[in-house]
Structures are given as C-alpha cells and as structure tokens.
C-alpha cells in the first residue's frame, strides 16, 4: 500500500485566516464589538420560577373546605379495590366536604381501558363528581394534571400512580392524596390540619 496523500483540514486554514486579520480587504473585515454602558439605575434581571402569590411561605391559601380534589385514573381502580367510596372515605379522611373532579383526558382514559374498567367508568359519571372540560391536544391525563395543577393551585391531586406523584413534588403547595392500608391519605397538607385517629 502506497503512503496517502495528505491534505490540509479545513479548520485549520480557517484557523489562519482571522476576520480581524490584516490580510482582509477593509469592508471585509469584522467590526469590533462595542460595549454598552450598564444603568445602575435599570433592573437586573434574572431567570427564577415566579411563585404565585398564593402561596405564602411554601402555604397555599387557595386550599380550604371545601377541598377541590383532581382524581386520577388509577386512584378509582385501587380505591374499587380497596372497596372505598370515593367522596365518603374523602370526607372522612379531611373531615370537611370534598368535591371530586375529573377531567375529560382522565374520563377518555377511563373508557379506552374497556369492560374491565365499567365499574370505574360508572363511579366516574357519578353526578358528584365535576367535569373539567379539557381544551389541549391529545387525550394523556397525566400531562393534563400537572399542566392543570401548575395553572391553578387550588385542587389536590389524588392518585396512586409513581411517577404523577414525582411531578407534582415538583409543584410547590400542591398535595397529594393516595391509598395506603386501605385508606386515604394525603402529602404536603397545611401545618394546622390535623388528622383524624381511628
């Protein structure tokens, strides 16, 4: 095999050639770059998450009786499972009234999942239950929670689901209701609330 032939890169001649080189014709070149004058007067300005103004001291004053709760797909089937009534065991877990809602993502999830979920699909047309018209693309529910709890912070989000629940940890003054041990309970309340003893 013959020795190849070697051939200047690119880069490097691009390298040797400056835009501010003296070689370049005048119009060529590149004009230095002029510095502006900071006002000290102006406001300096910085990319931080604005907080709403509701909450105050990580406490959000939009939550109170009676409690707004998003419901999830699943928290329906693992509260059918664990054989609760959805607004009665609410009711009894937070001792104020609890108005359930549901979104129009969550309902088209609830009737893709087909005859295994008739039950859960009947609990969800329940009259107590509110409907939240959705007006986005797309029917993912987990999405539509967060976007709807990053809005408005003023529902907790019920639902067992892992990763829904590591989203809104993220949101600030947002709860989380879930089951465990065959009841509800609920992350991130208010200080002065106090749980019910059974």
């Known amino acids: 095999m013959g020795k190849q032939k070697k ?88 001792y104020a009234k609890c108005v359930p809602f549901i979104t129009d993502c969550v309902m088209a999830e609830i ?21 939240l018209p959705c007006t986005h693309k797309g029917t993912y529910a987990v999405d539509c929670l967060v976007q709807r709890v990053t809005q408005h912070k003023c529902y907790t989000v019920a639902t067992v689901d892992r990763d829904l629940k590591q989203r809104i940890r993220k949101i600030p003054g947002v709860p989380i209701m879930y089951i465990s041990n065959h009841r509800y309970n609920t992350e991130r309340l208010p200080d002065d609330y106090v749980a019910p003893r059974f």
């Open 111 to 131: 009737e893709k999942s087909g005859q295994k979920y008739r039950v859960a699909l009947r609990i969800a047309k329940d009259p107590r239950f509110e409907r």
């Open 7 to 94: 051939t200047r890169k690119y880069v490097t001649m691009k390298r040797m050639l400056s835009l501010r080189g003296q070689r370049l014709k005048e119009k060529d070149r590149l004009k230095p770059k002029k510095k502006k004058k900071k006002d000290p007067s102006a406001l300096k300005e910085r990319e931080a998450p604005q907080h709403p103004s509701c909450l105050f001291f990580q406490y959000n004053t939009q939550l109170g009786p009676p409690y707004h709760i998003l419901v999830d797909t699943n928290f329906i089937n693992f509260s059918i499972k664990a054989k609760l009534d959805l607004v009665q065991s609410m009711m009894d877990w937070l």
